[in-house]
């Protein structure tokens, strides 16, 4: 299959529905989603491709009785009731593995951004307020001997993990689920050693009941004062309140974060809270991994209509 990105600003859910050979799904007159017409549509579907902002769960399943699949065009799946899909006999895939190094890259552009300072910088050059070089201008934080500190060690967090060894890093990682094997120069070690030991926190776990505000206030309160906390993950993994009340009070040396609780909204205290650095969820944004996440929901769809088992099928977590 040929796969080509329309020129412009391309509607997104119609070129995956383009490439997923199927309908585009109802949009309002401003080009929005609409979910009540959405439901609607979905009487007669076989298949669902959806995005990381459809909440698929048990109203959007019982209103699609056709249904054999749902393709998450995603890795992350916590807006996909996954059990009560498999409770239906709906089987579910999502998008390993094709944006694991694209969302390792971004994650290292907004920890290096957030390290030395660049939104700041950018932002004093566009406003004519740079006066030239002085030797304590926009001072930030050095890398090389510091320690990353990276939750979740998955595909993704050992591709950040690998980034570090070129920047002198020394690595840890922790998890909810236990302390991860010790891996290619990465100490396992407790998620209470990692807070009070990180420089830069990086998470990279799913968003779950474990993981739901897992750096609150008082995790804050355990980490190194000038840590820098770096999000790609799911917004809902941090308390965004907790977490610009302590970017605020200067306690943290910045926050980089891709990922929102409630996005596209943004609390408002982060908005305006120093060394902070807000991406609108551009992990896995290159041309190259979203056509490929793109043909992996086609795949599913079609395994999944042939009678076959996906590649990349999602099963509810242990
Ligand atoms: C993006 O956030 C994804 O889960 O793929
Ligand atoms: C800085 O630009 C230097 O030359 O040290």
Same mark, same amino acid.
């Given at each position: 299959?040929?796969?080509?990105?329309?020129?412009?600003?391309?509607?997104?859910?119609?070129?995956?529905?383009?490439?997923?050979?199927?309908?585009?799904?109802?949009?309002?007159?401003?080009?929005?989603?609409?979910?009540?017409?959405?439901?609607?549509?979905?009487? &007669?579907? *076989?298949? #669902?491709?959806?995005?990381?902002? %459809?909440?698929?769960? $048990?109203?959007? /399943? +019982?209103? =699609?009785? @056709? !249904?054999?699949?749902?393709?998450?065009?995603?890795?992350?799946?916590?807006?996909?009731?996954?059990?009560?899909?498999?409770?239906?006999?709906?089987?579910?895939?999502? &998008?390993? *593995?094709? #944006?694991?190094?694209?969302?390792? %890259?971004?994650?290292? $552009?907004?920890? /290096? +951004?957030? =390290?030395? @300072? !660049?939104?700041?910088?950018?932002?004093?050059?566009?406003?004519?307020?740079?006066?030239?070089?002085?030797?304590?201008?926009?001072?930030?934080?050095?890398?090389?001997?510091?320690?990353?500190?990276?939750?979740?060690?998955?595909?993704?967090?050992?591709?950040?993990?690998?980034? +570090?060894? =070129?920047?002198?890093?020394?690595?840890?990682?922790?998890?909810?689920?236990?302390?991860?094997?010790?891996?290619?120069?990465?100490?396992?070690?407790?998620?209470?050693?990692?807070?009070?030991?990180?420089?830069?926190?990086?998470?990279?776990?799913?968003?779950?009941?474990?993981?739901?505000?897992?750096?609150? =206030?008082?995790?804050?309160?355990?980490?190194?004062?000038?840590?820098?906390?770096?999000?790609?993950?799911?917004?809902?993994?941090?308390?965004?309140?907790?977490?610009?009340?302590?970017?605020?009070?200067?306690?943290?040396?910045?926050?980089?974060?891709?990922?929102?609780?409630?996005?596209?909204?943004?609390?408002?205290?982060?908005?305006?809270?120093?060394?902070?650095?807000?991406?609108?969820?551009?992990?896995?944004?290159?041309?190259?991994?979203?056509?490929?996440?793109?043909?992996?929901?086609?795949?599913?769809?079609?395994?999944?209509?042939?009678?076959?088992?996906?590649?990349?099928?999602?099963?509810?977590?242990?």
């Amino acid at each position: 299959m040929t796969s080509r990105l329309p020129e412009g600003a391309p509607s997104w859910r119609g070129w995956i529905a383009d490439h997923a050979l199927c309908e585009p799904p109802a949009l309002d007159g401003e080009g929005r989603f609409d979910r009540a017409a959405w439901l609607a549509e979905l009487g &007669t579907a *076989d298949a #669902l491709v959806c995005l990381l902002g %459809d909440r698929v769960d $048990a109203e959007v /399943l +019982a209103a =699609a009785p @056709r !249904l054999r699949v749902v393709a998450n065009y995603a890795v992350g799946y916590d807006n996909v009731d996954v059990a009560a899909a498999t409770a239906r006999g709906v089987v579910v895939a999502n &998008t390993p *593995d094709v #944006l694991t190094e694209a969302t390792a %890259d971004f994650t290292w $552009a907004l920890l /290096l +951004a957030c =390290a030395r @300072r !660049l939104g700041e910088g950018e932002r004093l050059v566009r406003d004519g307020a740079w006066h030239g070089w002085t030797p304590t201008l926009l001072l930030g934080a050095e890398l090389a001997g510091a320690t990353l500190g990276i939750v979740g060690l998955g595909r993704i967090g050992r591709a950040v993990a690998r980034r +570090a060894a =070129a920047f002198g890093m020394a690595v840890i990682a922790a998890d909810t689920r236990g302390v991860p094997a010790d891996v290619d120069g990465v100490r396992g070690c407790t998620l209470d050693e990692l807070w009070a030991r990180a420089d830069v926190i990086s998470l990279h776990c799913p968003l779950t009941p474990a993981t739901r505000g897992l750096i609150d =206030a008082a995790t804050l309160g355990r980490m190194r004062p000038g840590a820098i906390v770096i999000n790609t993950a799911r917004g809902g993994c941090i308390d965004e309140a907790a977490l610009a009340d302590a970017l605020h009070a200067g306690r943290l040396g910045g926050a980089g974060l891709d990922v929102f609780a409630a996005e596209p909204a943004i609390h408002p205290r982060l908005l305006t809270a120093p060394r902070t650095i807000l991406a609108p969820h551009l992990g896995s944004a290159t041309t190259r991994t979203r056509v490929a996440m793109a043909e992996l929901c086609i795949s599913a769809v079609r395994d999944v209509l042939a009678g076959r088992e996906p590649a990349n099928q999602v099963r509810v977590r242990a």
